[in-house]
């Protein structure tokens, strides 16, 4: 149990072009997404914390408006880097909390942007 | 303000030795959540333990065992005959405990087995 997928695994896109990461909890109800980048050889870095039906909170630093955060039910969170650059080039993973308070992490989305 | 620190960078050891994974933490909780995550070259976390504060039962599981130290608010792993498939980042992380927030992780620096055969 306590499975999260994420979507794509790996994407390569130009700069200057949005790409969305989907985040899934397969069997059960996640009322809280977290997003987090890692560079190599680096710890995790939260950017934000998703609420279903609610807003999502970005970490400081983290641009809202760059990182587009959509938690539109209690299995699946979106995260949409918009206007993608070189600089945005990461691994990014997204984590979901069970009702048990454990965070269950998807296998991570690599993105390079040329 | 919470802190986790991983002291250990990096640990190499000679396949079937038995490792030690140090982490020590900081939090004014008198109530939390501590964690550890494996990160294989694939780059998932995988979930290994949960530990509430006021447990300080040690644990194990298999080749897996936990320390849980709250005087010296350690929570140290230790991996009994090691196998290559043990190598990878191991993360030890802290979190709020129910009610307190929004159950944000704060994670270690992580730190690198690598288990020659």
């Known amino acids: 149990g306590a499975v999260v997928s994420q979507h794509p695994s790996r994407v390569i896109c130009k700069s200057g072009t949005s790409v969305k990461i989907e985040c899934r909890s397969l069997d059960f109800q996640a009322t809280t997404m977290f997003w987090y980048r890692q560079f190599p050889k680096q710890s995790l870095m939260l950017m934000a914390t998703s609420n279903e039906g609610s807003k999502a909170t970005y970490e400081q630093g983290v641009e809202k408006d760059k990182f587009l955060i959509n938690h539109a039910s209690l299995t699946l969170s979106t995260l949409t880097v918009t206007s993608a650059h070189p600089e945005d080039s990461s691994f990014y993973i997204c984590?979901?909390?069970?009702?048990?308070?454990?965070?269950?992490f998807g296998p991570g989305t690599r993105l390079t942007v040329l | 303000a919470q802190k986790v620190t991983q002291a250990q960078t990096e640990i190499s050891v000679v396949e079937k030795e038995d490792v030690t994974l140090d982490c020590v933490y900081e939090?004014?909780?008198?109530?939390?959540?501590l964690f550890w995550y494996k990160q294989p070259p694939s780059g998932e976390l995988v979930f290994l333990i949960r530990r509430n504060s006021f447990d300080e039962q040690n644990e194990i599981s298999g080749r897996y065992s936990w320390n849980f130290q709250k005087s010296t608010s350690s929570f140290n792993f230790t991996i009994t005959a090691s196998q290559v498939v043990d190598s990878a980042v191991y993360f030890c992380?802290?979190?709020?405990?129910?009610?307190?927030?929004?159950?944000?992780?704060?994670f270690g620096k992580g730190t690198k087995l690598s288990v020659i055969p």
């Open positions: 984590s979901a909390r069970d009702w048990g308070d454990t965070q269950y």
């Open positions: 992380a802290l979190s709020e405990a129910p009610g307190a927030g929004s159950y944000q992780l704060t």
């Open positions: 939090t004014r909780d008198t109530t939390y959540y």
